[in-house]
T-cell receptor
Framework: DTGVSQNPRHKITKRGQNVTFRCDPI?????LYWYRQTLGQGPEFLTY????????KSRLLSDRFSAERPKGSFSTLEIQRTEQGDSAMYLC?????????????FGPGTRLTVT | QKEVEQNSGPLSVPEGAIASLNCTYS??????FFWYRQYSGKSPELIMS????GDKEDGRFTAQLNKASQYVSLLIRDSQPSDSATYLC????????????FGKGTLLTVNP
């Protein structure tokens, strides 16, 4: 079990540029989540996939944000026209296929800095 | 608004002592509770999950849940300097099977 992986680990971009992050979940996990964490705060939920279906999207996710999980395996999170307020750690987590709540395991995160 | 509250700390304990971390939550219908440890600059690491009232022990860690009081705690016995980290309480509120709502975390420092 190699755990959740995320790429890149760090991204520095200029305001107005587009960025894309990738998450590879634990192989047998069908649920995938994106969270965002800023300094001094706990992670905040952004969106959730069960297999390839995006089942919920937080109001935190403006129209500039889009997430996909095309084949129910890896997922991408794209931010268009980045703003300085987008600077944060973007965390991906995955969990196993159970009917109810299950434990979520986080990847190492992608730290985004918008200059 | 469904919330998870934690004392931000810092909580400072001497090496070998018991560290007690506390968390309260606002939704009485919540069923699933988790403790994560987060080292500075790193991602959260799952330590414990608890779903039923009472205590759950795993090595030096004990999670305690009291749904009537809407309170969950984490005890760390024989605290080590390597336990120094931020501890995040997370709750899946009633009506969801998956969305974690986190507290802001408590910074624990274990002094040698």
């Amino acid at each position: 079990d190699t755990g959740v992986s995320q790429n890149p680990r760090h991204k520095i971009t200029k305001r107005g540029q587009n960025v894309t992050f990738r998450c590879d979940p634990i192989s047998e996990h069908n649920r995938l989540y994106w969270y965002r964490q800023t300094l001094g705060q706990g992670p905040e939920f952004l969106t959730y996939f069960q297999n390839e279906a995006q089942l919920e999207k937080s109001r935190l996710l403006s129209d500039r944000f889009s997430a996909e999980r095309p084949k129910g395996s890896f997922s991408t999170l794209e931010i268009q026209r980045t703003e300085q307020g987008d600077s944060a750690m973007y965390l991906c987590a995955s969990s196993a296929r159970y009917a109810g709540p299950s434990e979520q395991y986080f990847g190492p995160g992608t730290r985004l800095t918008v200059t | 608004q469904k919330e998870v509250e934690q004392n931000s700390g810092p909580l400072s304990v001497p090496e070998g002592a018991i560290a007690s971390l506390n968390c309260t939550y606002s939704d009485r219908g919540s069923q699933s509770f988790f403790w994560y440890r987060q080292y500075s600059g790193k991602s959260p690491e799952l330590i414990m999950s608890i779903y039923s009232n009472g205590d759950k022990e795993d090595g030096r860690f004990t999670a305690q849940l009291n749904k009537a009081s809407q309170y969950v705690s984490l005890l760390i016995r024989d605290s080590q300097p390597s336990d120094s980290a931020t501890y995040l309480c997370a709750v899946i509120f009633g009506g969801s099977n998956y969305k974690l709502t986190f507290g802001k975390g408590t910074l624990l420092t274990v002094n040698p």
